[in-house]
């Protein structure tokens, strides 16, 4: 039996519900075990409700969010975006992501949350955040998708966003 850490066993189960189809705790234990993860049913559901996982129609999901979103999809993706994202540029593969100061890991749960479909993986700094998508064309489309709900144009915010920022200062 392999001692795992609470959130690494979180971020496990988040894995696995997010790339198959699990329709009950006997499942996921089962596929926890297989990666070395032994607890109890107990235990995962203390898991499961502190990672907002909730069973539905189509088996274990995160609440309120459908596998595969885009950011219109998720009413909370969208709003942080609204609220934390500053800049948006994408080069191959990858979307690079700028907010303020400390606002980074706050807009990544979110994305990761989301689980957008052009995304493979999200790696947050302090103030900046690269996406990691499938392809080009992914990439491309997922950073005008966010450019537009946080109403950046070609990668630098809106003049109405600039003002806004300049009176906060």
Request: proline fraction near 2%; glycine fraction near 10%; aromatic fraction near 2%.
């Amino acid at each position: 039996m392999l001692m795992v850490a609470k959130a690494h066993r979180c971020h496990l189960i988040e894995r696995i519900i997010g790339g198959e189809r699990i329709g009950n705790q006997a499942e996921l234990l089962r596929r926890l075990r297989e990666h070395g993860v032994v607890i109890t049913q107990a235990t995962l559901s203390r898991d499961l409700s502190a990672i907002g996982v909730v069973k539905g129609p189509r088996g274990y999901q995160l609440a309120g969010e459908e596998p595969g979103a885009s950011v219109g999809e998720s009413e909370q993706l969208a709003h942080a975006v609204r609220e934390h994202l500053r800049w948006v540029d994408q080069t191959g593969n990858l979307v690079v992501l700028t907010t303020p100061t400390g606002h980074a890991s706050l807009l990544a749960v979110a994305l990761d949350r989301a689980r957008l479909r052009q995304a493979v993986g999200t790696l947050a700094g302090d103030d900046t955040i690269f996406i990691a998508c499938r392809d080009q064309n992914g990439a491309r489309q997922l950073a005008e998708e966010l450019r537009r709900f946080a109403g950046i144009e070609n990668g630098t915010a809106s003049p109405r966003r600039r003002h806004d920022e300049g009176r906060r200062a």
